[in-house]
């Protein structure tokens, strides 16, 4: 067994537009990295986190990677394990990219490798959902489980657990753009109506299974087509500035779908190349800056691996 082990976990879009909860896909870029070390005295001990600003708790109890590590070891019988654990934050925390589900993806993924992975990735998403639990109050796996699989995720339910791994088109690239504004994903969801109209409830379920059908077909115009939201999106795109002007710059300059990422802020769209995410990651971040929000942008294809270990 080895003794310590760096690993990198990728960021998430969550809903993937009009899936809200229920769809997820990993990008390449962001993420964030974990170094665990194997310690002498049991335990789950977090020494150091960089990257956040002094805004995430080094108490184990509270911090959502050695949280989910403590449920895992209990869970596995292994409590008599000590681990000394370095997070760093690689990627904005509060941005809409599954901040919370990459680190704690990136806990679980080293735990489980230390111990001669016990688990498969599938087992893990549950012990991932409960750091999601602690980080926003619910315990959804639209970010951890494609972090921990990789790739589009569908979780067809959740009582039981039924998450199902999608194809996906290889030339397939995301342009993402985080405008710092303060969205918190607790008053996200808060913001989200209990009921739904019939028509509207129509509508998504059309759009959700047209955005699978075009996984499957390896029809990107069809995933755009479908990547429209009569529930979520008119309410969050509200605490977005300028978002359907974003939405519009996309379009024009070659996207093939674009919404909010999770529970935003960040906003992303998808493209046929690599080219044209950057060409709309660069309008994107013009227009911000033009009206004052500071901005992130990144460009990846879609992450089919998952975490992995870092050398």
């Given amino acids: 067994m080895r003794d310590s082990i760096k690993v990198f976990a990728p960021a998430t879009v969550a809903n993937v537009v009009c899936g809200f909860d229920v769809l997820g896909f990993a990008v390449d870029t962001p993420g ?19 990257g956040d600003d002094g805004k995430l708790p080094l108490d184990p109890k509270k911090n959502t990677v050695s949280a989910s590590v403590r449920h895992y070891l209990q869970h596995i019988n ?15 925390i509060g941005s809409g990219l599954g901040s919370s589900s990459a680190s704690t993806v990136a806990g679980l993924f080293a735990m489980n490798t230390l111990l ?19 980080a926003c109050g619910t315990g959804h796996a639209d970010n951890v489980a494609p972090a921990l699989l990789g790739g589009f995720v569908l979780i067809r ?11 996906f088109p290889k030339e397939l690239h995301c342009a993402l753009v985080f405008p710092d504004v303060d969205v918190p ?18 509508t998504q379920w059309g759009n959700v299974a047209g955005l699978v059908s075009g996984l499957f077909m390896n029809d990107i115009d069809l995933i755009g087509r479908s990547m429209q939201d009569a529930i979520i999106e008119p309410v969050r795109s509200i605490l977005i500035p300028n978002f359907y002007r974003l939405k519009e710059i996309a379009l024009e300059n070659g996207a093939v779908g674009f919404g909010i ?3 935003g802020p960040s906003v992303f769209a998808f493209t046929k190349s690599n080219e044209t995410a950057i060409a709309i990651t660069q309008k994107l971040q013009r227009h911000l800056t033009n009206i004052h929000i500071a901005n992130q ?13 870092v050398d």
């Fill in 32 to 50: 964030d990295e974990v170094i665990m070390r194997r310690r002498l005295e049991p335990g789950v001990v977090i020494s150091k986190i960089t």
């Fill in 78 to 92: 292994r409590e008599d394990i000590g681990v000394d654990i370095e997070l760093h934050k690689k990627m904005p």
């Fill in 116 to 134: 001669n992975n016990p688990l498969s990735p599938n087992e893990l998403v549950p012990f991932a959902m409960k750091g999601e639990e602690l």
């Fill in 157 to 167: 339910s959740y009582e039981p657990l039924d998450i199902i791994s999608l194809p």
């Fill in 185 to 202: 994903t607790r008053d996200a969801r808060r913001m989200i109506r209990n009921t739904v109209q019939l028509k509207d409830a129509v």
């Fill in 261 to 263: 990422s999770g529970s």
């Fill in 297 to 309: 942008t990144y460009v990846s294809a879609i992450n089919a691996k998952g975490p992995r270990i």
